[in-house]
């Protein structure tokens, strides 16, 4: 405010390589840039800023440009030429989502959309963990819900396990008459792909799609875990010791080497990450991001020893974010546990699309704490509403400026959005592609979130001062009407464009 349309250092950034002070070189492209069209007016402030003011009608065009360039106003090319393997949830496939993957379902299918919307060439990947205890545990629970007995010490228990368990009789009457062993692995080859389809629907309710679903029982069968050792060893990152088989992490600053396979010829689940992140490798992913949950902080060491083990750059080819932990009520939940809350549970209560902009509006490194009944309060209190709310206003202006004869197509000037509130708008407008750029580069969904709320809120004020169609039936409609109505559809496609980038949606009617 008072200070221009935009500012830049440029001039004390280059300073030094003119070989003149700031302010002196910041005095000379004011003279250059008072002469560009559409500037209005350059100011040299402190020690070498430039503040910008644009003519009024070099700022309105913006509203044209954004209408014109609809979904894609705010994509760009600041992430073009990176090819992305992003993974993130990868839940054991033993029971429904719950809380604890919410925040990551929301943030990382975010995530997705905006290195898509920055040019990144991305792949959302699931990695299902469908090999090792997690089997033995689910199968033997099942196994116990049919025969009547306790739940294994780390095995599962819900009303899901009570599902799975008929749908298992359904299939084998004869289960429980099987030897313990067999009767449990044909528990698990029944119950998992009911389980594994049973989330996959969930996140497609969720509005969360992934592109590849990875099997690590598959990455076993393969023999991708003994190629995985015999190229690390070939590396010289691999030692024999004690009967067993490690690599050498410490050589890139893990705490501890790891074991790739025991003393007793069986590998290590360490085994399988590292012939994992190999197979992403191999699939041409120079950029493997991995979202881990809170208990997961000691990944991050492995994690980036493994991939400089495979001759990769720890700091360039991988990034492991770990998400801290969502409560409702104070209660932290877990699917072991009776009581536990599903995502199935808060798409029923709270919904999609509050459920979703909630979890995206704070970093993810940030413990969060959801009241499920703000969330599904409407009142401009509750921030998704208020983003809705404008996105549905801006609709409704263009059905009732339609109604008076307020034709878009049939004038723009510009130079008429003179307003302060038309002035402020369009700044905001503005510097919606810089905000999802910034926001993928970061992978900082909140930023967009954050956005619309400054947006929406900069809408309502000029909502309440600046009139679309005639104030009655007497009055001409004229061209400030209808290029106040292409500002109103500019806010309508930036708000849409942002709400989906947090895959939510943009109603037209509240």
């Not at 190629?227 to 009967?243: K, M, N, P, T, W």
């Not at 991988?318 to 939940?333: A, D, S, T, W």
């Not at 309502?460 to 209808?482: G, I, S």
């Not at 496609?493 to 509240?510: D, F, I, K």
Request: proline share 4%.
């Amino acid at each position: 405010g008072g200070h221009g349309d935009w500012s830049t250092n440029i001039a004390m950034q280059l300073a030094k390589s003119a070989g003149m002070p700031p302010r002196a070189l910041a005095t000379l492209l004011a003279g250059r840039l008072e002469r560009v069209d559409g500037v209005a007016g350059v100011e040299v402030a402190g020690p070498g800023f430039l503040n910008l003011t644009l003519d009024t009608a070099s700022a309105g065009e913006l509203a044209r440009t954004i209408v014109e360039a609809g979904t894609a106003y705010g994509t760009g090319t600041s992430a073009a030429g990176r090819t992305i393997n992003l993974e993130y949830i990868s839940a054991n496939p033993t029971g429904p989502l719950h809380i604890g993957h919410t925040r990551w379902a929301a943030l990382g299918d975010a995530m997705v959309r905006l290195l898509r919307a920055a040019g990144a060439e991305v792949v959302a990947e699931y990695y299902i963990n469908d090999a090792g205890n997690q089997a033995d545990k689910l199968g033997g629970s099942v196994l116990a819900k049919l025969a009547g007995t306790p739940t294994p010490e780390g095995g599962y228990d819900g009303e899901y396990v009570d599902a799975l368990a008929e749908a298992v009789r359904s299939q084998r009457p004869d289960l429980l008459a099987l030897p313990h062993e067999e009767a449990v692995a044909s528990a698990w080859s029944i119950a998992y792909p009911i389980q594994l389809a049973q989330i996959q629907d969930t996140l497609n309710r969720f509005a969360v799609h992934f592109d590849v679903w990875f099997s690590e029982a598959e990455l076993h069968a393969s023999g991708a875990v003994e190629r995985a050792i015999s190229r690390l060893r070939e590396q010289g990152h691999v030692e024999d010791r004690d009967g067993a088989i490690w690599l050498r992490t410490t050589d890139f600053g893990d705490d501890k080497d790891r074991v790739l396979i025991r003393a007793n010829d069986i590998p290590t689940y360490f085994a399988a990450d590292a012939a994992y992140y190999l197979s992403k490798k191999d699939r041409g992913f120079t950029e493997k991001i991995y979202l881990l949950g809170a208990d997961h902080h000691g990944y991050i060491g492995r994690l980036k020893a493994i991939a400089a083990c495979a001759g990769d750059d720890p700091e360039r080819n991988i990034e492991v974010k770990i998400g801290q932990l969502v409560n409702i009520g104070g209660e932290r939940m877990g699917k072991r546990r009776g009581n536990a809350l599903y995502l199935d549970d808060l798409i029923e209560w709270v919904g999609v699309d509050a459920l979703r902009y909630s979890l995206s509006r704070f970093p993810a490194d940030s413990p969060l704490s959801l009241d499920g009944e703000e969330l599904r309060r409407q009142t401009n209190d509750n921030p998704v509403f208020y983003v809705q709310y404008a996105h549905a206003r801006t609709a409704n202006v263009a059905r009732l400026a339609a109604q008076d004869g307020v034709d878009r197509a049939a004038g723009f000037d510009p130079a008429l959005l003179a307003d302060s509130t038309e002035a402020a708008l369009l700044a905001v407008l503005a510097d919606y592609p810089r905000v999802v750029a910034q926001a993928a580069a970061l992978l900082e969904p909140h930023r967009v979130a954050r956005y619309l709320e400054n947006l929406a809120a900069h809408f309502h004020k000029w909502y309440d001062t600046c009139r679309v169609r005639p104030v009655n039936a007497d009055e001409a409609v004229t061209d400030l009407h209808r290029s106040r109505l292409w500002l109103n559809d500019a806010t309508r496609t930036v708000l849409a464009n942002g709400l989906g980038l947090l895959g939510v949606s943009a109603p037209e009617r509240m």
